[in-house]
């Protein structure tokens, strides 16, 4: 049985599939692509944030131009990683949880909190 989470990404992943198919864009959609398309998206969201201090990032997007700015970006890097992973055959709703049970076993609450993880 799927939830609801579950079948937001396939709907997700449908229409992004849908969407370049009527524009026979499959054929652009080998992995490279899509991850230095994602890539650049990542980067106009960075470039929003790229002279805007730490401390005043969460008021700065409080701004509804700002935040409307903002979301596009991260929409955009949302539809690519779902091409990806469509492209790639991941379910990426299923990695996702599969990455933060690890979190929670290699990052334990209790001995964390508080603090950034040490890199190993």
């Not at 992943?13 to 080998?30: K, M, N, Y």
């Not at 980067?43 to 409307?68: C, H, I, N, S, Y």
């Amino acid at each position: 049985m799927t939830t609801p989470d579950e079948r937001e990404i396939a709907e997700l992943t449908r229409l992004v599939r849908e969407f370049s198919a009527e524009r026979d864009w499959q054929q652009f959609h080998d992995p490279k692509s899509v991850i230095l398309a994602l890539v650049g998206e990542v980067g106009e969201l960075a470039e929003l944030f790229q002279w805007v201090r730490a401390d005043e990032a969460v008021t700065a997007f409080a701004v509804p131009e700002r935040k409307a700015r903002a979301a596009e970006e991260m929409a955009d890097v949302l539809v690519y990683l779902v091409c990806l992973a469509d492209v790639l055959g991941v379910d990426l709703g299923a990695a996702a949880r599969a990455k933060l049970a690890d979190a929670h076993r290699r990052f334990v609450a209790d001995e964390v909190r508080g603090r950034a993880p040490d890199k190993p």
